[in-house]
């Protein structure tokens, strides 16, 4: 009863036990029901055969039946040779094959490995199969169709690769023998029914023998099938993409990646000291302050995991180099009061351009440095974005971040806007986290003529920020040789509250000014490894060490151990050079006093300046700067307001407009720059309409709507169960509360970074190098997907231009060869091809599965309902009707009849109907 009831569901696994394969065999099997029309042969009777022995017909076929090697197994009669003796001639008790002589030993089960996807119905798949390999051992049998690597499989045959028998001495053991030999297939280029047949195995009705034709509409959960990883294969794709297209990261300079892998200095065994972590866990956000506040000598915060290598190496550094560094960290460093390593530009350039999990790598460091705070950069009510978001999105972001081993959240807004930063604050506390409310410094406090922010402003601001309840106090951004000034005033004020300070070391004096703000009575002060430090970066974690040791400010670390971390961020720099600062910039440059780049902006303005072919005047755009920064009302600049001025100076300098020529009447003639519009709209806060703009800057805005007090606080709450279940639908079950937050922050990012994983995998194992430039032809090297899983892969050739424009690339994994094709870009572009359906569009209808188009149903301009049948396909033996998505009108049709189409080709457009 198992076989026949699976067969006709499924088309896929076959059993045949006891009674029914001796049924089959004595004195049914072969027959000759046509001899009317002279037809001899051996024919397959089928039965069922329920509990008491009572047997049901279902139908004479005048053939021996595919899963006859089930009866063969389990009598070891080979029914084949069987058949060619009875038709020479010869009787079935000549050849022995008689009543008494027929014995059943045990089980066997067929299952016909097939390239249908069970997802969608089993429809076919085709595609090459780039490779196959087949599970064997004891009681296995294989009777292969067309499968090997290379093989290329039709829409116009029949889809079976293989049929694999397990034999064994009862049902379980049977099971237990095919279960193991299907894991070890490995069938990669097309998707098989594997999966399936597994969860079959592994059924409890079906291993008891308690299945009947309902098994399949009762058992829907056959059909959640654990996603194939096809690890190795995905990145074999990924290389091969690289050596025929080159890095999928943009590349600002034509410059390569250093091929000398850096050195990891020893790291001792065991546990790391305790360090200021431990007094956070300990006694809470208000007893860190206290123990900050307390600790007599200078503690630093280094940012060479984030801010460093965000200005300097254009955010581009890998979790894979932070990873080697850290447990050197997490043991010799571990009197630092915080270690800066996620937020800012980090967040979104994970998935946009390293293609990682941002979460992932928070997740891995706290693993490997479990005794230093973490710090992050919190845009206020923007998060991690550049946008404003739902209030509730925020608090979830800094809850979840918590989770995930976040500490102290730096909180600051780019117009030092309060509504902004108290509700970021108000989420980080929430969360349990330290809150650090930053002071966005701009202008000369010591400076008479600029009384737009005074001293009195920044007093009168940090009241409000101690107010909202922050545990440590941040001054960010810091240019000003008075570097007394604010710091003495904010200490003299609130004794008992830590002062942070940062600063770039754009100008060449930020160990000066650090030192200055020690002496003031600064308790943290910001600072990067030496060879990450220095220019657009911070200023030198080895020269505060050695200016401050045996002084009242001596921060315990040993310079030695400095020495050592910087040597391997200095071989690690080099791994970056296409993105390194030095390509264009040779040196800091003091004139920041005066255009108040800040040095976080610098390196980007100045790659900017280059791309848009500014480079020669880039110092009319530093000028510019200046007069865009007093056009917008002297902004305090953080990004994004940083970026504004930037986006405006740029604008001015390729449009050739002096500050006067902005100022006299031309607004209403010029296309500023969007995030000019938008921020005089009012989407990052209020903004300050002090310069010439006009104010209101109606001429700017012209009908644009404007935006009233908090961005963020109109906006709906985000529905994060819609959210989830949304991204369930697109990418699978393995979606978790980490994804979500991403895909809320970054919706366009996250979704293509989903599908560059679903292409590529994940490509966070390869190193550097690979990663960016991929491998030279011949060179071999080793890939650890997974602790104890290493691949050993050499690049072997890559192949001609084929007519569909790809290139077959060929590697050696493991000592097999394996090979992909890689689609050409460049030849891409000059070669023609039926268009692709895309998910994120509406109305696009692609085919489900490739075959041929027998009919189509519907017109241009015929108004069709959801579900109606719009056009049939045909593939492997299979008709398939592709039915409307939605109700609306077809505006174009892009196939006829006889159209040969491959999964996902375009078929028709609609229009929904309003």
């Known amino acids: 009863p198992y076989r026949s009831a699976m067969r006709m569901l499924t088309g896929s696994c076959y059993i045949s036990p006891y009674r029914s394969a001796m049924r089959m065999l004595t004195g049914s099997c072969y027959i ?84 249908e996807d069970p997802a969608r119905g089993f429809q076919p798949d085709t595609g090459r199969l780039e490779v196959f390999r087949s599970g064997e051992g004891m009681g296995i049998r294989l009777d292969s169709a067309s499968a090997f690597p290379g093989a290329v499989i039709s829409p116009h045959y029949d889809s079976l690769l293989v049929k694999v028998i397990a034999s064994g001495k009862d049902m379980s053991t049977a099971a237990a023998k095919m279960h193991r030999a299907l894991s070890e297939f490995r069938v990669r280029g097309v998707k098989t029914n594997i999966p399936f047949l597994q969860n079959v195995l592994s059924n409890h009705q079906f291993l008891h023998s308690t299945v009947d034709t309902q098994f399949i509409d009762e058992n829907q959960n056959l059909f959640i099938m654990k996603p194939v990883q096809n690890r190795a294969q995905k990145l074999l794709h990924y290389l091969g993409h690289v050596m025929v297209n080159g890095p999928t990261t943009p590349i600002p300079v034509k410059a390569k990646p250093s091929s000398i892998d850096p050195v990891i200095p020893t790291v001792p065994m065991g546990e790391p000291s305790l360090g200021f972590r431990d007094v956070l866990l300990r006694e809470g956000p208000e007893g860190f302050a206290k123990a900050v506040r307390a600790h007599p000598g200078l503690l630093f915060m280094d940012t060479t995991f984030r801010d460093a290598h965000q200005s300097l190496l254009a955010t581009r550094v890998r979790t894979h180099d932070l990873k080697k560094i850290a447990p050197y960290v997490s043991h010799n460093f571990n009197n630092l009061f915080s270690l800066e390593n996620w937020g800012g530009a980090t967040f979104d350039v994970a998935m946009r351009f390293l293609y990682e999990c941002p979460w992932k790598r928070l997740q891995e460091l706290r693993t490997l ?41 730096r909180v600051f807004d780019s117009l030092n806007y309060l509504p ?125 060490v050695a200016c401050t040791k045996g002084t009242k400010l001596d921060t315990g670390i040993a310079l030695e151990k400095v020495f050592d971390y910087s040597e391997y961020w200095e071989v690690t720099r080099g791994l970056y050079a296409p993105f390194d600062c030095t390509a264009t910039m040779k040196s800091g440059n003091a004139d920041v006093y005066e255009n108040e780049i800040p040095g976080g902006q610098y390196t980007n303005l100045h790659f900017q300046a280059h791309s848009m072919g500014l480079g020669n005047k880039f110092k009319q755009v530093k000028k510019s700067y200046s007069e865009a920064n007093k056009l917008l009302g002297d902004l305090i600049k953080v990004t994004p307001s940083s970026k504004i001025v930037g986006d405006l100076a740029q604008f001015m300098v390729q449009n050739n407009l002096t500050r006067e020529e902005v100022c006299g009447g031309k607004a209403d003639e010029l296309s500023f720059p969007l995030s000019v519009v938008e921020f005089l709209q009012g989407h990052i806060g209020i903004p300050v309409y002090d310069g010439c703009l006009p104010s ?219």
């Open 32 to 115: 000759s029901p046509y001899r009317s029309v002279g037809y001899e042969n051996a024919g397959t009777v089928e039965f069922l055969v329920d509990k008491h022995g009572k047997h049901y017909f279902i139908e004479v076929n005048s053939r021996l039946q595919v899963e006859h090697t089930v009866t063969e197994e389990v009598t070891d009669v080979d029914l084949v040779h069987a058949q060619l003796r009875v038709c020479e001639g010869r009787s079935l008790p000549e050849l022995g094959l008689t009543q008494e002589t027929i014995r059943v030993n045990g089980c066997a089960i067929q299952c016909r490995v097939t390239t």
């Open 420 to 544: 902004n930063m108290i509700l970021g604050m108000e989420a980080a506390g929430r969360a349990g986290g330290v809150v650090e409310a930053a002071i966005s410094y701009t202008g000369d406090v010591s400076d008479p003529m600029r009384q737009k922010y005074s001293l009195a402003y920044y007093v009168k601001l940090t009241e409000e920020l101690m107010k909202a309840g922050t545990h440590v106090l941040y001054v960010t951004r810091w240019h000003s040789s008075q570097t007394r000034i604010l710091i003495s005033a904010l200490r003299d004020r609130y004794p008992d509250v830590p002062i942070h300070v940062h600063t770039h070391d754009t100008a060449g004096a930020g160990v000066a000014a650090m030192l200055a703000c020690a002496e003031a009575g600064a308790d943290v002060v910001d600072v990067a490894v030496d060879s990450m430090a220095g220019m657009t970066s911070q200023p030198s974690m080895g020269a505060m």
């Open 369 to 409: 440095v479990p005794n230093v705070p973490f710090q992050m950069l919190l845009r206020g009510a923007n998060a991690v974005g550049y946008t404003n978001y739902p209030d509730n999105a925020v608090f979830k972001f800094c809850e979840v971040a918590k989770e995930n081993g976040m500490d102290i959240f």
């Open 696 to 914: 209101p800057p109606s001429q700017v805005l012209k009908s644009l709507p404007r935006i009233e007090g908090r961005p963020g606080a109109t906006l709906p709450p985000l529905d994060f169960d819609a959210l989830e279940a949304g991204l369930r639908l697109l990418h699978g079950d393995d979606i978790t509360q980490e994804d979500v937050m991403s895909a809320a922050m970054y919706p366009k990012v996250f979704q293509e970074y989903k599908e560059f994983t679903g292409s590529f995998g994940p490509v966070d194992c390869l190193s550097t190098r690979l990663f960016l430039d991929g491998p030279k032809i011949a060179e071999e090297f080793q890939v650890e997907i997974e602790r104890g899983k290493t691949l050993h892969i050499k690049a072997l050739a890559v192949g001609d231009l084929n007519k569909t424009g790809q290139r077959g690339v060929f590697f050696e994994l493991n000592g097999q060869l394996r090979s992909v094709l890689v689609k050409d870009n460049v030849a891409m572009k000059e070669m023609k091809f039926h268009p692709k359906a895309l998910k994120s569009v509406r109305g696009q209808v692609g085919a489900p599965m490739p075959g041929k188009v027998i009919e189509v149903k519907v017109e241009p301009g015929q108004k069709v309902e959801k579900g109606q049948p719009l056009c049939v396909l045909s593939a492997m033996k299979m008709e398939t009707v592709v039915n409307s998505p939605l109700t609306g009108v077809v505006t174009v049709i892009h196939v006829d009849t006889d159209n040969s189409l491959e999964g996902d080709d375009l078929i028709l457009e609609i229009t929904a109907e309003e």
